[in-house]
């Protein structure tokens, strides 16, 4: 039961209590709620491990919810979508597992719109990420006629699927740490094809179920830069998804010109640097940990990894290639791996340290999830002049 000893072990008493009373099932009895974690964890556990299995499921999808916005990145989401009274509620408690079960008691649909922001951020750095050049501070129409009127004009779109549902949400997420009202997210739900897995009936007879999976597909609006950002498969289908969006929603038919994607210039890696940062933004240390070169003949790689902190990638490739030394020689840089430590702070008492991969001429590996993952991005990356024009988010 490792997920059920994750949530327990890390969730003070009373809001475990808390949740078992509000949800109805029967356990508690000889627990000692106001007493420490490890005292608690064992009789715990004896007692949901004897649930009917249907409650103990049910019990398992929650932990499931719950320990998935405990991390960082789910904490920042919470925040972005709690009000300003829930914010300072979840700025105090003790835990971040306590912060989650109690927006997931008190106001699920918060949380779930925080479950998607979450999800949403997470796909900017993949296939089913893009963005899209729109006009700023306009409104983001929400009424039900508007949200009908996108969900007709997305179920004709997707008829090859058959007679599906859509149905459209719309909520506000606030930019927290920038001090300024944010992203306008839109979160469309529709079915997907008729499939027919086969089921048990009873003990010993097989069936099929017929039904239509639901599937997702993500909006954004930054009434600021006016980006609208989409996720969704099929990149040939995300501009007619983008224009309905806007078409619908902000009252404006757009040509769907795509926002230009940010370059990396890993020229600026061949010479030995310093990463200087600001000492409020706790940077510990940045290390070139990984280069990856090609050959100007176009045929050969060579990678070289820095294992330890002690020499520099520099430093071992002069080392181990003298004259041969990719740095001065016939290569360019293909992709990097930066090492970014961060000193301790009260999301992480032990300090972090972030990864970061850059690969030519757009590729980085990091989102804007969390407050670190975003001052590399915005700040960082164009201050060392790795990052070039545009300067937009994308």
């Keep these: 039961m490792p997920l059920f000893t994750k949530l327990f072990r890390n969730t003070p008493g009373p809001y475990l209590r808390d949740y078992f009373e509000r949800c109805g099932i029967a356990v508690g009895e000889g627990i000692d709620w106001d007493g420490g974690n490890s005292t608690r964890l064992k009789p715990l556990l004896a007692q949901v491990e004897a649930l009917d299995p249907i409650v103990r499921a049910r019990l398992r999808t929650d932990a499931e919810h719950i320990i998935g916005m405990a991390g960082e990145v789910g904490q920042a989401a919470l925040m972005t979508v709690a009000t300003p009274e829930q914010r300072e509620a979840l700025a105090n408690m003790e835990s971040p597992y306590a912060r989650a079960l109690w927006m997931f008691l008190h106001d699920f649909p918060r949380f779930r719109h925080a479950e ?22 306009l409104p983001v129409r929400r009424d039900e006629d508007q949200r009908q009127a996108l969900a007709a004009e997305l179920a004709e779109f997707f008829k090859g699927d058959g007679n599906v549902n859509v149905q459209v949400e719309v909520f506000d997420r606030d930019h927290v740490e920038e001090g300024r ?16 897995p086969l089921v048990f009936k009873d003990k010993t007879n097989l069936e099929p179920l017929p039904h239509r999976p639901v599937g997702e597909i993500g909006f954004t609006y930054d009434p600021v830069s006016g980006v609208i950002e989409v996720v969704a498969q099929g990149k040939e289908k995300r501009e007619q998804l983008v224009r309905s969006f806007s078409r619908t929603l902000l009252g404006r038919d757009l040509d769907a010109e795509r926002v230009p994607v940010r370059s990396y210039d890993l020229s600026v890696f061949m010479a030995e640097r310093d990463f200087g940062a600001d000492p409020a933004d706790r940077v510990k240390s940045v290390r070139l940990q990984l280069v990856k070169f090609l050959h100007s003949d176009g045929r050969t790689n060579v990678t070289i990894e820095a294992k330890t902190p002690h020499e520099s990638i520099h430093a071992a490739a002069e080392r181990l290639f003298h004259e041969r030394n990719p740095f001065h020689g016939d290569y360019t840089i293909h992709e990097v791996m930066l090492s970014v430590a961060f000193e301790p702070d009260r999301q992480n008492p032990r300090g972090r340290t972030v990864s970061v991969k850059l690969r030519h001429p757009n590729g980085c590996s990091i989102g804007e999830t969390c407050a670190k993952e975003r001052l590399i991005r915005r700040k960082y990356l164009p201050a060392w002049g790795v990052a070039v024009a545009p300067d937009v988010v994308a």
């Design 181 to 196: 009202e944010g992203l306008v997210q839109v979160i469309v739900l529709r079915e997907g094809s008729l499939v027919s």
């Design 116 to 137: 998607e922001s979450s999800s949403f951020d997470k796909a900017r750095t993949g296939r089913t990420w893009e963005a899209f050049v729109a006009p700023i501070n």
